[in-house]
């Protein structure tokens, strides 16, 4: 058995000064000058499960296997600037954007195999994986009040999305190889497999 456990946050800080200037004339006239200061922080937690258990059978090369394996990841992160204009008519401008996911996968898995009349071998087994999911992410700009016709208050659909899916596939397989004389080898098998997933668009309230 392995289990595994980390977590980390960070943040950060800049400043930043922009000018704009109209090249259509010789003397590049300046048409805007701002400076942008910005903050983020995020997080993010992962785990980790595995367990293994081995079983030695009384016919020849008779083993018997068994494997899980769990993991999570979940954390996100948020982030906010500020556009201060030097010309005071175009007015300040604030964004506020934040994301935040949650991913979570299973895999568990049987494995037999015996040696089957005096060449042949015979292996069988079956595997589930499950991977169960969800982001958000959005994007907000609330100095809007005052600015309800400038286009970079327009909204942005693109940019605010809650999206979910789970996913479950089963696996199935069974094969029998048998020797022919010193150099050949027969092999022959059959897999099956299904697949079962399911989507949810929060954001316009669809499923799939």
Same mark, same amino acid.
């Given at each position: 058995?392995? =289990?595994?456990?980390?977590?980390?946050?960070?943040?950060?800080? *800049? $400043? +930043?000064?922009?000018?704009?200037? @109209?090249?259509?004339?010789?003397?590049?006239?300046?048409?805007?000058?701002?400076?942008?200061?910005?903050?983020?922080?995020?997080?993010?937690? %992962? &785990?980790?499960?595995?367990?293994?258990?081995?079983?030695?059978? %009384?016919?020849?090369?008779?083993? =018997?296997?068994? %494997?899980?394996?769990?993991? &999570?990841?979940?954390?996100? #992160?948020?982030?906010?600037?500020? #556009?201060?204009?030097?010309?005071?008519?175009?007015? !300040?401008?604030? !964004?506020?954007? *934040?994301?935040?996911?949650?991913?979570?996968?299973?895999?568990?898995?049987? @494995?037999?195999?015996?040696?089957?009349?005096?060449?042949?071998?015979?292996?069988?087994?079956?595997?589930?994986?499950? +991977?169960? #999911?969800?982001?958000?992410?959005?994007?907000?700009?609330? +100095?809007?009040?005052?600015?309800?016709?400038?286009?970079?208050?327009?909204?942005? $659909?693109?940019?605010?999305? %809650?999206?979910?899916?789970?996913?479950?596939?089963?696996?199935?397989?069974?094969?029998?190889?048998?020797?022919?004389?010193?150099?050949?080898?027969?092999?022959?098998?059959?897999?099956?497999? &299904?697949?079962?997933?399911? &989507?949810?668009?929060?954001?316009?309230?669809?499923?799939?």
């Amino acid at each position: 058995m392995q =289990l595994g456990y980390g977590k980390r946050t960070f943040d950060n800080e *800049s $400043a +930043d000064t922009y000018a704009g200037f @109209d090249n259509s004339n010789a003397l590049g006239t300046k048409i805007a000058n701002y400076n942008r200061t910005s903050t983020g922080e995020g997080d993010r937690e %992962d &785990t980790s499960a595995t367990f293994h258990w081995d079983h030695t059978g %009384d016919q020849p090369a008779e083993t =018997l296997k068994f %494997d899980l394996r769990i993991s &999570t990841s979940n954390g996100g #992160n948020t982030s906010q600037g500020v #556009n201060d204009y030097t010309d005071a008519t175009l007015g !300040d401008f604030r !964004d506020f954007r *934040s994301s935040r996911s949650r991913t979570g996968t299973g895999v568990f898995s049987v @494995d037999y195999q015996r040696n089957v009349g005096e060449n042949g071998q015979l292996s069988a087994g079956t595997q589930t994986t499950i +991977d169960d #999911n969800h982001a958000m992410n959005s994007s907000v700009l609330p +100095d809007c009040a005052g600015l309800i016709n400038d286009p970079r208050c327009s909204a942005n $659909a693109q940019l605010n999305n %809650d999206f979910a899916y789970k996913q479950i596939v089963n696996a199935a397989y069974v094969t029998y190889q048998t020797a022919i004389g010193e150099k050949w080898i027969v092999q022959g098998g059959l897999r099956s497999e &299904t697949i079962d997933l399911t &989507t949810r668009q929060l954001t316009t309230n669809t499923t799939g």
